[in-house]
């Protein structure tokens, strides 16, 4: 069950008395956060709205939202990082799953014994990292835990930054991700190339993702080869606030103009199918937002992320893209 800490909600609304406040959270977590919110109704009578777009990481906050409302304290749950508040009147708050990994740690210590994995996982389940440490450690598996570094803590990672991953890559064997984000896990797979399990703890099952990140990885390679033969790209800014990177989308512009292609340039909030669909003449799509959109969606046409869209570049040079997902950071 996802805990709030609404305590932490109550207490700023206390001590800052807004006239009216706002609340989002991943799409997981929004009954809870429609619950959270009926109580700060019921509690300071103040309208307490649930801004229910999306909001996929600290990238995708939904300030704008909470600005347009005019609420006073937007509360963003569910995000934890390594700090409290990225902007003014906006509090991140933790939401923690209070699901117990034991039964599903023990099951898995045969599959990994004797071996040196590297234990990492979502904002829900941090608090559980020591306590699963522990049971592995007894029973003779090597744990490591990776360093945090910009927004994550140690062993955290999203689903374009696997710094805690990636700085082990050559003292282990593989990768043990606590929660039930096949998500999360395939991309450690794709930025380390090392075998990656899942302890799910509701479905009390192990599970390797590395099969299902190699074809995640195929799907990502052949747009890239189909946007080669394009000859009109449309390069499309990403309008969430932390996925916002205009100075990127210049530069690939410039760049494919120069190997003689034409470009044109969009803008978005929501980069899906259907909206690219109103776009014509396009061959194929770079988008400079989110990376995952790209390597997680079906689309109709190419639709590049940026690694994919640099690793474009050099097929058109006649240069070797290598590995062009394992990286650190995808953006
Ligand atoms: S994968 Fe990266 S860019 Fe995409 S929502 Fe997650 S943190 Fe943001």
Not at 85 to 92: A, P, T
Not at 102 to 111: F, G, N, Q, R
Request: aromatic share 8%; charged share 25%; with cysteine.
């Amino acid at each position: 069950m996802i805990i709030i800490d609404e305590e932490r909600i109550f207490k700023e609304i206390t001590e800052k008395n807004p006239a009216s406040v706002s609340l989002n959270g991943p799409d997981g977590i929004l009954p809870q956060v429609q619950e959270t919110a009926m109580k700060i109704t019921k509690e300071f009578d103040i309208p307490a709205y649930v801004l229910a777009d999306t909001t996929w990481g600290t990238c995708d906050l939904n300030t704008t939202g909470a600005k347009i409302l005019g609420s006073e304290i937007q509360f963003n749950i569910g995000h934890t990082i390594n700090t409290e508040s990225l902007e003014e009147n906006l509090v991140l708050i933790d939401a923690f799953d209070d699901v117990e990994f034991d039964s599903v740690a023990k099951k898995c210590t045969e599959l990994l014994k004797g071996k040196t994995i590297s234990l990492v996982t979502d904002s829900q389940h941090l608090h559980q990292m020591d306590k699963v440490e522990k049971i592995l450690t007894e029973r003779g598996i090597d744990v490591r835990i990776g360093k945090g570094k910009g927004q994550l803590n140690d062993g955290q990672v999203f689903g374009c930054e696997f710094y805690p991953a990636s700085e082990l890559k050559k003292e282990v064997d593989a990768y043990v991700f606590l929660g039930q984000s096949n998500f999360h896990a395939a991309g450690i797979a794709l930025s380390t190339s090392l075998p990656t399990y899942v302890l799910d703890p509701y479905f009390n099952e192990v599970r390797e993702v590395t099969e299902f990140a190699l074809q995640l990885k195929k799907k990502a390679t052949l747009a890239i080869y189909k946007a080669a033969d394009a000859k009109s790209f449309g390069v499309i800014v990403g309008l969430k606030e932390g996925q916002l990177s205009k100075i990127f989308g210049l530069k690939i512009k410039k760049e494919l103009e120069k190997e003689g292609k034409e470009v044109q340039l969009f803008a978005l909030t929501d980069i899906t199918n259907d909206r690219l669909r109103n776009l014509k003449g396009i061959d194929a799509f770079i988008q400079v937002a989110c990376p995952r959109i790209s390597t997680d969606n079906q689309f109709d046409k190419p639709v590049l992320s940026t690694p994919q869209a640099n690793a474009l570049l050099k097929i058109l040079r006649k240069e070797d893209i290598g590995e062009y997902l394992e990286k650190q950071h995808w953006l």
